[in-house]
């Protein structure tokens, strides 16, 4: 019988101190055997958005309790373990580097392979912790760094079709938070105040929408927000009817985008059928995931959305994606640094900065 493959995965990229260990099962899916997230949301809430230097020092101070504590809980022992995968970027170096070089040191004293994973990588292949799903599928990848429609052709194969030209729709629903006073983290407030706001009060801009592919503009709608939010001032009852207006006016551009990045994905794959992965910290979102069930019913095509806990960052997500790379002999060395900067589509055009040219 073949042997299930079981990782230990490390995570710091950003604000999450996390470790998991799963194993393949037999029908293509992830046993979680321990799934530990340790999230900074109290070091960060004064300053309203996440400190990079703070953030070093939280990891530093629990990644050793995490990884213990994971490995304690999956009642596997290290040495039962087939490999070590750590996020290796994009992200904050200084935070990078602490997750990376543990794992990278796991790895060596225990004798087993170690995976520098993109942390984007993890986000594209989430869904398969839960679900089969066959390549190639159409992944919007939305969290606080990255916007990105994305071609999934296979492990280590994308093609990127659309992305943001500015602001990630996490950072755009964190600085509407933040602009309102509503609270920290910015998505989840921002979600729940809106269920008190009229959603028509005002009219926000929808940047690039009729233009541009299926890339994305957020920079717009929130400078709107901002002259907004000062008009208001402490209305408490405007202050819904803003976030509410936010996210409907997120919800249309994300659907008409959808809409355009479907059809470029079956122009381009030739695929008649396919499915729509939404995935990373915002689709968590519930009206966001209405919204789209909705096109998706429209178009004819199967949406799925991981479960919450695999949406936002997670270790469980970055063990896969080296289960994924270790079966596909994608290991890495030990030298392999941590980069700020790293697309899954080297190829892709970087749409960012003044002077673009989008038609
Ligand atoms: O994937 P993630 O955990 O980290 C990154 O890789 O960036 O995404 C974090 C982002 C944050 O901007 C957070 O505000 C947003 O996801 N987020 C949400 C919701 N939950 C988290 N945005 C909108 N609605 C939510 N319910
Ligand atoms: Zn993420």
Redesign the pocket.
């Known amino acids: 019988m073949k042997k299930n493959i079981t990782f230990l995965g490390i995570e710091t ?2 604000d ?1 101190t996390a470790a998991a260990v799963i194993t393949e099962n037999n029908r293509g899916t992830a046993d979680i055997l321990s799934n530990v997230v340790s999230s900074q949301i109290n070091e960060h809430e004064e300053f309203g958005g996440v400190v990079p230097e703070l953030a070093a020092r939280s990891h530093l101070e629990k990644i050793e309790y995490i990884i213990k504590k994971t490995i304690k809980e999956s009642k596997i022992p290290l040495s039962k373990i087939d490999g070590v995968a750590a996020t290796a970027g994009p992200g904050l170096i200084v935070c990078l580097t602490i997750g990376l070089n543990i794992g990278k040191s796991i790895a060596a004293f225990s004798e087993k392979p170690f995976i520098g994973v993109n ?1 984007l990588e993890g ?1 594209a292949l989430s869904p398969g912790l839960e679900k089969k799903v066959p390549f190639p599928y159409l992944l919007l990848l939305i ?4 916007t990105q429609f994305l071609i999934v052709k296979d492990v280590d194969k994308y093609e990127q079709i659309g992305t943001t030209i500015d602001d ?4 755009a ?2 600085k509407t938070a933040k602009m309102l006073n509503l609270g920290y ?4 407030s ?2 729940k105040f809106s269920k008190l706001g009229d959603k028509n009060y005002f009219k926000l801009p929808e940047p690039i929408i009729g233009r541009a592919g299926c890339n994305l503009s957020f920079a717009g709608l929130k400078t709107a927000v901002l002259r907004k939010s000062k008009e208001i001032k402490d209305n408490q009852k405007l202050k819904y009817d803003l976030a509410a207006s936010f996210q409907f006016t997120i919800n249309k551009i994300l659907y008409k985008k959808t809409k355009i990045a479907i059809q470029m994905f079956k122009e381009k794959t030739g695929a008649k059928k396919t499915k729509l992965i939404v995935a ?3 689709a ?3 009206s ?1 995931r209405e919204n789209l069930s909705e096109l998706s019913k429209k178009e004819g095509l199967e949406v799925i959305y991981p479960s919450v806990e695999f ?3 997670n270790a469980a997500m970055i063990a896969w994606a080296g289960i994924q790379r270790f079966k596909k002999e994608l290991t890495s060395k030990l030298t392999i640094p941590a980069r700020s900067r790293w697309p899954l589509d080297e190829k892709a055009p970087f749409l960012k900065g003044p002077g673009l040219n989008l038609k």
């Open positions: 990229s950003c999450e942390h986000h969290s606080g760094g990255h990630a729709l996490g950072e629903f964190d983290p910015g998505g989840p921002v979600e990373g910290g915002v968590a979102n519930k966001i949406c936002g960052d």
